[in-house]
């Protein structure tokens, strides 16, 4: 394969290999991937062309979140969920000590869809039909995000779910460096930033300490 040759896609047993993932999870993962195929014929849960590289594009994005998650870090929240990328995989995989994994999407119809993956998957999370700025009632340790907004909205969503001390862990494109100079503006942010094991172009944001500017 020469260097301008397409990247094939990513197998099952692709991804096993790099996530080290066991048999039993990764028979889950791939009844995930039968419904989401399914149901992509009759809402847009992703895009069309990602489904031909599925693995990569949104198992091992979401799945290699789970490393960076710190034992003590427990129940976790996904804003904007969509299709549960990365939300979705985080509870299939297991989230650490048996943490509770909350869904949030606004939708209905991708609620209908999380929770027949839920029942299949025996996925064990919890999903909120509602949107983000009208959930009250939950404090989590970890907010994750992928693809729903730019990072200074995120922050605004995510500030209020957040226990103290918590961490937020942000999927991003090659946009990332311009979304963290402008949420800066409005935010202290302690940030780190991790190179994306499904996009070379991708990062992952790690962000701590995370308190709004009295002066913004």
Known sequence: MTASSPVPPLTPEGFQEIFGAPDEILER?????ALLNKWQEKINLVSRDSLNDVW???ILDSAQLSS????????IADIGSGAGLPGMVLAIIGAPNG?????IESNERKCAFLREVNRATQAGATIHNIRVEKLLD????VVVSRAVAPLEQLLQYANPLLK?????F?????????ELTEAQKKWIINESVIQS???PSGMILKLEEIRPRVDS
């Open 68 to 75: 960076l998650l710190m034992p003590e870090k427990k129940d």
């Open 29 to 33: 993962l791939k009844a995930y991937v």
């Open 99 to 103: 943490a509770d994994v909350h869904l």
């Open 197 to 199: 094991l499904s996009d």
């Open 170 to 178: 942000f999927l991003k494109g090659k946009k990332w460096r311009e």
């Open 56 to 58: 990569r594009r949104h």
């Open 164 to 168: 103290k001390g918590g961490q937020c």
């Open 138 to 141: 939950i404090s989590v340790d």
